[in-house]
């Protein structure tokens, strides 16, 4: 069973950058497809960004430029940049894992963490 743990969210001002982390509970981590989702109250999670196990990341339409995925296979650990932060960043930030499947739909991947709330002020 894979655990995953997320760290790093927090109340930000507009224009502020922020580096979210995934951390797993497996040795085998740099062998998951990872996804970046957030959620809002009342809606799905919304898919924001992947990796890949050979480290090819891809992205949400729009999203490219201010949100960079990166891996560190060394730490376990999969991290989101988010940069120059805007108030409809606000959301919970759940990362993701799958050892097969890779896209943006939530059902693709079996394993999650709990989320991490970032919260972006204006």
């Known amino acids: 069973q894979v655990q995953l743990a997320e760290l790093g969210g927090g109340l930000v001002q507009a224009g502020d950058s922020l580096r979210i982390s995934c951390t797993a509970s497996?040795?085998?981590?740099?062998?998951?497809?990872v996804a970046w989702f957030r959620q809002t109250p009342g809606e799905e999670h919304e898919f924001i960004a992947a990796i890949s196990r050979v480290i090819v990341p891809m992205y949400k339409d729009g999203v490219k430029g201010r949100f960079t995925i990166s891996r560190d296979n060394a730490k376990n650990a999969v991290y989101l940049q988010i940069d120059n932060l805007k108030p409809e960043d606000t959301g919970v930030y759940s990362c993701a894992a799958s050892r097969s499947q890779l896209g943006s739909e939530p059902q693709l991947y079996p394993y999650w963490g709990q989320g991490t709330q970032v919260t972006v002020s204006s």
């Open positions: 497996v040795r085998s981590f740099s062998n998951y497809n």
